[in-house]
């Protein structure tokens, strides 16, 4: 999986968010960062909003839900991906990929931790 990839849990049970991985993992394949898009409501930290026509999985205007950041390995989401545990969907453009990135430094709900990682990677700045 590469930044930009997005996926499903296809246990729908344990989570029904759009993933979309935003690290760069041919840098750094132990430390890939995760986000979710989730259904924007007014309470929900709104620096990066998406909507339709963002992604083809976007029925209503989103978010991306950065206290929801996830920390895995490529290694962990191969596996996933290998035992039919992730439901693998279109990834989001390269703008869109930017915009999300951008938001990172603008959100106050995102671990320190993840940014400091996406700075060593030089995704963000």
Not at 38 to 45: C, G, N, P, Q, S
């Amino acid at each position: 999986m590469r930044a930009g990839d997005t996926f499903y849990v296809r246990d729908r049970g344990v989570d029904t968010h759009l993933w979309i991985v935003i690290s760069d993992t041919d840098i750094d394949p132990e430390h890939v960062l995760l986000v979710n898009m989730t259904t924007y409501e007014d309470y929900k930290e709104d620096v990066c909003l998406l909507d339709v026509g963002d992604h083809p999985r976007i029925i209503r205007k989103s978010c991306i839900a950065y206290h929801e950041a996830r920390m895995t390995t490529l290694e962990e989401l191969k596996l996933l991906v290998d035992g039919g545990r992730l439901s693998i969907q279109a990834p989001v453009s390269e703008e869109v990929l930017a915009r999300i990135r951008i938001g990172i430094s603008r959100s106050r709900r995102i671990k320190y931790r993840y940014i400091e990682i996406l700075l060593e990677q030089a995704v963000i700045e």
